[in-house]
């Protein structure tokens, strides 16, 4: 049989698909030639997301030595808000606040720098096996390839094609973008950002969140709901209800701004991530449902998936039977597993009284141990 148009096809370009062609540039890099990331639209492209850049995504980018010259506002402080107590982290440079299109677009570039081959405007409309390969489906017209992945998001092509029979796991959130006086409003003079739980005896499964934001030089805050649905048996909140609440008790009427809102899938350790030939990564595969982090769980992703793919070419076995395993075994996939039983047990366990305190004291151990962490990437990096 002839050989494939590409040993590899990546659809989307995301964190998750260009970290995964960008370690996979460093582990094989004679596999890159003949690798191709397919992304439906061109960057800059919009993306619903807080923005946050915690220490995982920092070591990501430094161990790919990426420097990406991307604008962004620097957290020294987080807010933690549950029923009028607030508990506050003061620690510098805790995380980042960027805007998704502005990072997204660094990271292409930094990609198609390093012989990353990305085809932009090229939505890939189904796929099917034939024979040995997989054959592929877009607008301009069909190619084939050995391995597919998907990095396309949580309603992905990639992943719908599978056809896998699993229980629901799609997570909500709905934002605005709101104008600020970077001057005035504390959450720009502190650095802060702010996370509110109050809305979770309602039926929210997350939290509130108020993010200041740099949006082409321009201050605003970003502002929105995280609804994981980790606990899907609970019935659902009443999201833009939550959102319209809290922004009110801020002094914003929700009619005046437009509210856009997209879904997420949340990690479940015994779902299926692979068939033969074919890998799901990023948000196809699932993020965390604690906080809804998703850039630095994308990022990490990469490090599985090209692993999986260098050892694959090395040994001619694609079937990839062993992908989920080694994903548990990596420290994104031990780190997920954690964090999604602990959502399970803080968003069920919230609504009610008598564990109300425990699950919001591990809530906070679960963001004390992040900070301890984070100042152990920061103190190593810089010696």
Known sequence: M????????IVGAGPAGLST?????????????????????????????????????????????????????????????????????????MLRITRRDVFDAALA???????????????VLGWKRQGEYILVHTPEGELTTRVLVGADGANGTVRLGMGLPEK???????????PADDQTLPEYRNNTVVFDFSWVPNGVQGYYWDFPSYVKGRPFMNRGVFDSRVVPQLPKGALKDSLMAALE????????????????????PSA????????????????????GEGIAYALQYGEVVSQALADAWRSEDFRFVDYRER?????????????????????????????????????????????????????????
Not at 88 to 93: A, E, L, P, S
Not at 168 to 176: A, T
């Open 2 to 9: 002839a050989k494939p148009d590409y040993e590899i096809v």
């Open 21 to 93: 062609a960008l370690h996979l540039q460093r582990l094989q890099p004679e596999l890159l030639p003949a690798t191709l990331v397919l992304e439906k639209v061109s960057h800059p492209r919009t993306k619903l997301c807080g923005g946050g850049l915690s220490w995982r995504a920092e070591r990501v980018l430094r161990n790919l030595s990426l420097e990406l010259a991307i604008p962004s506002f620097p957290v020294h402080e987080a807010h933690f808000v549950f029923r009028g107590q607030t508990i506050r982290f003061q620690v510098k440079d």
């Open 109 to 123: 570039d930094a990609a198609r720098s390093r012989g990353v081959k990305l085809q932009e405007n090229t939505p």
């Open 168 to 178: 629901p796991r799609v997570s909500r959130l709905m934002e605005i973008l709101t």
């Open 249 to 268: 008790q801020r002094g914003i009427s929700l009619n005046q701004h437009s509210l856009e809102g997209h879904p997420e899938r949340w990690f479940d």
């Open 272 to 291: 299926t991530y692979s068939q033969p030939q074919v890998l799901l990564a990023g948000d196809a595969a699932g993020i965390e449902p604690l906080m």
């Open 327 to 383: 994903l548990l075994k990596h420290s994104v996939g031990r780190s997920l597993t954690l964090k999604t039983r602990l959502a399970h047990f803080a968003y069920g366990g919230l609504r009610w009284s008598p564990v109300m305190r425990l699950s919001w004291m591990i809530v906070n151990l679960v963001f004390r141990l992040s900070l301890i962490k984070m100042h152990r990437f920061n103190y190593f990096w810089t010696r």
